[in-house]
């Protein structure tokens, strides 16, 4: 691994790695002349210490004795290596080809990063029940900045659903002499999230951002279970698994390919196209235990907590999970 230390004073704690395209090539030794050298040269010049390092199998790193071992996890682990031993808890990361699009090297090791903060949301739901069936509509909306543990960049996000479902009773059973009733149904719902990235640039640009957006449409398979603790107050878990969802997310490749400029200049553009998936390709389920207790004849007070977890195998095995707590008051007519 070469290093470029800054030249004055640094004007930035974070340090900058390189990721090198390939496969095969390297970063150590290839690009230490002509151009790339003037570009690390001038960073370094900035402020910034600068890290140049080969993948294991490529330029002066030692190669495998099994090549099965090469893969996308090994990649992630050993850059999460260098981090500890650059001994940072922030890095910026700049690839090409292989090390930022096409084995999404720099995508995969993103998406092991937690991202905290509080968000804002509302909803606004609608229930209307007729002896034996449920009709539910909600539409619910989340806006907030989450921080990453250790990147350099903010994070603005928001996420959208709207959803209708339709239950009918399926079951029916006492517990701790309370009823419990079961609602199985199905319903279609439409789901966004979307996150600009911003990272302040100390090269006079002001800033570069960049934009994720995952967008599906989903038909849902639903359950809900219903407990009556008292005359007054009641238990509702609920739990939505989209069964076929069809999903528009950024394009790979470049990231200024048509697909991904046509939502860059209208974000609706995202909403047409995609592709479809089932559930067990890419599981999105959505669960939430809700409180219910009557206030009057006609408002009663609702508590919940949700649970959303989201995973992908491709293309790239990926987990997210996101917990909201929300309170309101419901209006019966």
């Known amino acids: 691994m070469n290093t470029f230390p800054p030249s004055k004073d640094s004007i930035s704690s974070i340090p900058i790695v390189f990721l090198h395209g390939g496969p095969g090539a390297n970063q150590v030794t290839e690009n230490l002349g002509g151009t790339p050298m003037l570009w690390y040269k001038h960073l370094a010049s900035c402020g910034y210490d600068i890290y140049l390092c080969d993948q294991a199998g490529s330029g002066l790193s030692s190669r495998l004795q099994n090549p099965a071992e090469y893969t996308i996890d090994r990649h992630v682990a050993d850059l999460e290596l260098i981090r500890k031993i650059i001994g940072k808890s922030k890095l910026i990361l700049?690839?090409?080809?292989?090390?930022?699009?096409?084995?999404?090297?720099?995508?995969?090791?993103?998406?092991?990063?937690?991202?905290?903060?509080?968000?804002?949301?509302?909803?606004?739901?609608?229930?209307?029940?007729?002896?034996?069936?449920?009709?539910?509509?909600?539409?619910?909306?989340?806006?907030?900045?989450?921080?990453p543990d250790n990147q350099a960049f903010d994070i603005t996000q928001n996420i959208g659903l709207l959803a209708y479902s339709f239950m009918m009773k399926a079951g029916k059973a006492n517990i701790a002499d309370s009823p419990l009733t079961v609602y199985l149904g199905a319903g279609l719902s439409s789901f966004i999230m979307n996150?600009?990235?911003?990272?302040?640039?100390?090269?006079?640009?002001?800033?570069?951002?960049?934009?994720?957006?995952?967008?599906?449409?989903?038909?849902n398979i639903n359950a809900e279970g219903e407990y009556l603790i008292s005359i007054d107050k009641t238990l509702i878990i609920k739990l939505q698994i989209p069964f076929f969802k069809i999903v528009t997310s950024p394009a790979n490749g470049h990231w200024l390919g048509n697909q991904n400029k046509a939502v860059l200049n209208n974000f609706f553009n995202a909403a047409g196209g995609g592709k479809g998936e089932f559930f067990w390709k890419n599981s999105v389920p959505l669960s939430s235990m809700e409180y219910r207790q009557q206030l009057s004849s006609h408002f009663s007070f609702r508590g919940s907590y949700g649970f959303n977890y989201a995973s992908s195998n491709t293309p790239f095995n990926m987990g997210m999970y996101m917990n909201n707590f929300s309170a309101g008051v419901d209006w019966i007519f």
Do not use: C
């Not at 069936?133 to 909600?138: L, N, T």
């Open 94 to 147: 700049i690839g090409g080809s292989i090390g930022i699009n096409d084995f999404h090297i720099k995508d995969e090791y993103l998406s092991l990063l937690p991202y905290r903060g509080l968000m804002l949301s509302t909803r606004l739901s609608f229930e209307a029940r007729l002896k034996s069936v449920k009709h539910e509509a909600e539409v619910y909306f989340n806006h907030g900045s989450p921080s």
């Open 195 to 219: 996150s600009d990235l911003i990272t302040n640039s100390k090269l006079g640009e002001g800033y570069y951002t960049d934009q994720n957006w995952y967008w599906f449409h989903s038909f």
